[in-house]
């Protein structure tokens, strides 16, 4: 049994204490084993927990589920990830209602590349899931070590998931729901192949059902996953508007696909624009300009003779041999984990180097090499 494993699950599951919560109890405490080994008197006293949490947490009721979810992982090669770990999306980190624990299945850095949310009504029309099929196919044409990110449900989400493994491209589906299971059923075909190019994510433990609740949560991980989420359709109320919303919350950019003021399934999309929550886009090249990504074939292949005479430091260098291999540009955040330096260091670095001329900086965090 993984002991260690079986207290961070165990936090998870304390009715009373939600992520931010518990992220700074176990803050307050120094670590997550520690929180089960304090004294009630002392927890009681930590801002947010009070009498009634610290009872329930003393009282270890949460250990024997949590021991049952750590067989469960193990025995069917389940990837569990916790916030401080360095395989947890930097992107997600930076939302801070973020879960403590995801849980993914597949093959997929959840860090690399650069990563597009596709949602929309389960309702799609016909024109919604033909829009969604040429983005992917168009932005895998354009630009390199891309994911889409969808949450596998009717309409708009699985015709996403299934153009981007049409195109090879890894895609992530976020799921409301515990990965022994699949929902809805009928695109458990579609979810098993994504497993060889793309991942299954979620917060859940296994045996949670898919109930509503869940996906309210599951749409905050697809939204924080992201650096750019595209409503393809919506009505005026749903989950792709309140994914909209929390992407607008965390910072992200928000796109979506204008359509005929009459159409049932395009009113949510032009409410997004007229009230400027997102911005309109009639195809991937719009994306790619508002994201300020390059093409492929634009890509930069060279380092300009003036660039040998520097006398970089052998940090500098790392940089630039990593930017060299990126052309579309890295975020701060992918070089700090890449080069397993502190976010503030690589940050520090990274401004000394644009003053030197040695790199630029593009919105978004977005670091090039000067061409």
């Known amino acids: 049994m993984d002991e260690l494993l079986k207290y961070k699950i165990a936090i998870t599951q304390i009715h009373g204490i939600g992520n931010i919560l518990a992220k700074n109890l176990i803050a307050y405490v120094g670590s997550v084993e520690g929180v089960f080994r304090e004294k009630k008197q002392h927890l009681s006293k930590i801002p947010g927990i009070g009498e009634v949490l610290a009872e329930e947490i003393v009282s270890q009721n949460v250990m024997l589920r949590a021991e049952k979810e750590v067989e469960f992982v193990l025995k069917n090669n389940i990837l569990p990830i916790y916030f401080t770990d360095r395989d947890y999306p930097y992107r997600l980190k930076e939302c801070p209602d973020s879960p403590i624990m995801i849980y993914c299945k597949g093959k997929c850095n959840l860090n690399e590349g650069k990563f597009v949310g596709i949602v929309g009504t389960r309702s799609a029309t016909q024109i919604g899931k033909e829009n969604s099929a040429k983005l992917v196919s168009d932005l895998s044409a354009m630009i390199s070590q891309l994911?889409?990110?969808?949450?596998?449900?009717?309409?708009?989400?699985?015709?996403?998931?299934?153009?981007?493994?049409?195109?090879?491209?890894?895609?992530?589906?976020?799921?409301?729901?515990?990965?022994?299971?699949?929902?809805?059923?009928?695109?458990?075909?579609?979810?098993?192949?994504?497993?060889?190019?793309?991942a299954l994510v979620t917060e859940f433990l296994s045996e949670t059902n898919p109930d509503r609740q869940n996906f309210v949560m599951r749409n905050r991980i697809i939204a924080g996953l992201c650096d750019a989420l595209v409503i393809v359709e919506s009505g005026v109320k749903g989950g792709a508007l309140i994914t909209a919303e929390l992407a607008n919350d965390y910072n992200r950019d928000v796109f979506a696909f204008p359509g005929r003021t009459t159409d049932e399934w395009s009113k949510g999309c032009n409410k997004l624009i007229k009230a400027n929550q997102a911005s309109l886009i009639e195809s991937a090249e719009d994306l790619i300009t508002f994201m300020n990504w390059e093409k492929q074939n634009e890509a930069v292949t060279d380092v300009p003779q003036t660039f040998l005479n520097f006398d970089l430091s052998e940090e500098e260098r790392e940089i630039v041999s990593l930017l060299r291999q990126h052309p579309d540009g890295l975020q701060v955040n992918e070089l700090a984990i890449m080069l397993s330096k502190p976010f503030s260091k690589t940050s520090s670095k990274l401004l000394e180097m644009e003053f030197k001329g040695l790199v630029k900086c593009f919105p978004g965090n977005l670091y090039r090499i000067v061409k």
């Open 147 to 198: 994911t889409i990110v969808s949450g596998l449900a009717y309409g708009i989400d699985i015709s996403a998931h299934k153009a981007a493994l049409d195109n090879n491209l890894p895609t992530i589906g976020v799921l409301g729901h515990g990965l022994d299971r699949i929902y809805p059923s009928v695109h458990r075909s579609t979810a098993i192949k994504m497993l060889t190019n793309g």
